[in-house]
């Protein structure tokens, strides 16, 4: 089963928008991560957030996490018709021994122009 | 680095043939794994290994399905007899461990189609 779901789904935008996109998980986390997956390409790997922190910047991205509510977001301000991708979360749930990352489903962004 | 290299890009097989997905990992990471990506059940983790020795197969969907990892730099996953339903696309990933401390990097992928 999926660990983190996205929302919305799909969301459409036009050039010079914020997007936002929500991420909502299950068990604790050590870590929480963001994705984007451009049509026919591998996913990239954008930003990480710990459990310990509550809010985390990279150029246009602003990414929140709220582990009282299992809750994360991703703000990616004035955006480009470059953004136009799937953004995926991924969760590093606590546990013992090995752990391995958890994908969402993703939400597929479109920015026109 | 050239990154996570995976060949073939594409592969169109019929029903009953053997697939072979190949994988080279970034140099230097000691975790690999394999994951499919359909758009009904999104990412799936097949298998992933740490040090070259499978940890956890538990997501492979049947006995169809192998993987192997020889050496640091090589892997691949195999299907044997392939399916229609095993088309998706595959990916290979590494990392410099295979908690999730540090990122995944991903390869492009391998689209299957079996006809």
């Known amino acids: 089963s999926q660990q983190g779901e996205e929302d919305p789904q799909a969301l459409s935008i036009q050039e010079g928008e914020n997007a936002t996109m929500n991420c909502s998980y299950k068990t604790s986390i050590n870590n929480l991560q963001w994705y984007r997956q451009n049509s026919g390409r591998g996913l990239v790997h954008l930003i990480l957030?710990?459990?310990?922190?509550r809010e985390k910047h990279s150029g246009r991205l602003r990414v929140t996490l709220d582990t009282s509510k299992k809750s994360s977001s991703l703000l990616i301000t004035a955006s480009r018709a470059a953004d136009t991708a799937s953004y995926f979360c991924?969760?590093?749930?606590?546990?013992?021994?090995?752990?391995?990352?958890?994908f969402g489903k993703g939400t597929m962004l479109l920015v026109s122009p | 680095d050239a990154g996570v290299i995976q060949s073939p890009r594409h592969e169109v097989t019929e029903m009953g043939q053997e697939v072979t997905l190949r994988c080279k990992p970034i140099s230097g990471h000691n975790s690999l794994f394999w994951y499919r990506q359909t758009m009904m059940r999104g990412l799936e983790l097949l298998i992933y290994f740490n040090n070259n020795v499978p940890i956890d197969d538990s997501g492979m969907p049947e006995d169809r399905f192998s993987a192997k990892m020889p050496n640091a730099s090589f892997s691949t996953l195999k299907i044997q007899p392939s399916e229609p339903r095993d088309s998706a696309v595959y990916f290979c990933?590494?990392?410099?461990?295979?908690?999730?401390?540090?990122?995944?990097?991903f390869g492009s992928g391998t689209r299957l189609t079996v006809v």
């Open positions: 957030i710990r459990s310990n922190e």
């Open positions: 991924a969760t590093d749930a606590i546990g013992s021994g090995y752990s391995t990352l958890t």
């Open positions: 990933a590494s990392s410099l461990r295979t908690g999730g401390s540090n990122g995944y990097t």
